[in-house]
């Protein structure tokens, strides 16, 4: 999501990354309160101080969505949900779950651990502000502290709104899934209401531009278009889920797919299969094994002139985790793979063999035509 991110440091086992947008984020937000939000407060100060105390900030601010999302992530974990990453981007953390909860109970307490600990937090930094200036520490020095005590108390409120994607939506998701027992209904309601909250933020943000503060209603503006979108795309997931649930890789195959035999020369290759069959990538095998795939790229790597005397096995990608998928694997498997690999073909084995290939557009076929007869 938002492009390149990168790995910074690994806690309680979880690693942390930080998406390029985040450095926007701690840039804005440092900015805003070395030249506003500090000098407005205290004024009289020198810049440098000003500047010492918005670094600060920020990085109490990094580590306050950290301590969010790490709470989030452990009650996951204890519940048996590997969480792989937790990422900082733009509009805070994400912890990246690799499968939704499967009871309500499990939802409702994973979603209520980030608020939790953010109140935790803000009572820490108030206690912190108040004996600072009991020590005797200059006012603006504990103001900081206070700052972030604060800010610890927005993150709190904000996420317990009751919108799905936010904590507070995956609460209400939770206690309407308990209540039902229909868990589609209850995402439906909870997106809504996220989707409601969305379009208000967008509205709050124009509001906010038009009146004369354009970074405020920009930054309202774009939290809000965020909100509606994730909200809208967190309800087609759980559909697409659903759908797929319980259905085999096997069921939405081609089988018998083209194959190339590992000691095809890349002659032969360019000739008979890449300018014959109707495919981008063909499957490798040595006898019956897989051994991986070919396509255009790899024949690019070798010079025109050593075609002849080049063997397909030489030169193939090998398989691995990211371009097979087992024929028994969960479609909800293969289609994650397909997303996190950016590849619209996978390759489904047996053992060491081949048995056929699978195409992202015939599971999209296959939701599109659910999707139509639902409707109706
Ligand atoms: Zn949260």
Redesign the pocket.
């Known amino acids: 999501m938002f492009g390149e991110s990168f790995m910074l440091f690994r806690v309680l086992g979880f690693e942390i990354r930080a998406n390029v947008t985040w450095l926007f984020l701690a840039l804005l937000v440092t900015w805003s309160l070395a030249a506003g939000f500090f000098p407005m407060v205290y004024p009289d100060l020198a810049p440098s101080t000003y500047w010492a105390m918005a670094l600060v900030g920020m990085l109490g601010l990094f580590f306050s969505l950290l301590f ?2 790490l ?2 992530s452990v009650v996951a974990r204890s519940h048996g949900l590997p969480v792989h990453r937790i990422t900082l981007f733009l509009f ?2 994400v912890a990246e779950m690799e499968a939704e909860p499967k009871e309500p109970r499990i939802e409702f307490w994973m ?1 209520i651990a ?2 939790i600990a953010s109140l935790v937090l803000a009572a820490a930094f108030y206690l912190l502000a108040s004996l600072m200036a009991e020590i005797g520490l200059p006012e603006h020095v504990a103001g900081v502290a206070g700052y972030l005590g604060f800010i610890n108390l927005l993150l709190a409120i904000f ?1 317990m709104v009751p919108g799905f994607p ?2 507070g939506g995956r609460v209400l998701r939770a206690a309407l899934w308990q209540w039902t027992g229909n868990i589609r209904m209850a995402t439906r309601w909870a997106s809504r209401v996220g989707q409601g909250f969305g379009l208000l933020l967008v509205a709050l943000g124009l509001a906010t531009f038009v009146s004369g503060n354009f970074v405020g209603g920009m930054w309202w503006f774009l939290i809000g278009l965020f909100v509606h979108a994730a909200a809208t795309a967190g309800y087609q997931q759980l559909l697409t889920q659903q759908a797929l649930q319980g259905r085999t890789v096997r069921r939405f195959m081609t089988t018998d797919p083209v194959t190339v035999p590992a000691e095809a020369s890349v002659q032969g290759f360019v000739e008979e299969y890449l300018y014959h069959h109707n495919f981008d990538r063909f499957p490798v095998v040595q006898g019956d094994r897989l051994l991986g795939s070919v396509g255009l790229a790899e024949v690019r790597k070798v010079p025109r002139a050593e075609w002849g005397g080049t063997q397909i096995g030489d030169v193939c990608l090998a398989r691995s985790k990211e371009n097979t998928v087992a024929a028994d694997a969960d479609a909800n498997e293969a289609l994650n793979r397909m997303q996190e690999g950016r590849t619209g073909r996978l390759m489904v084995t047996e053992g060491d063999h081949i048995v056929g290939v699978l195409a992202l557009k015939d599971l999209l076929r296959f939701l599109d035509i659910r999707a139509e007869l639902e409707r109706r």
């Open positions: 969010h999302e709470a989030h805070g953390g979603a980030g608020p996420n936010l904590d």
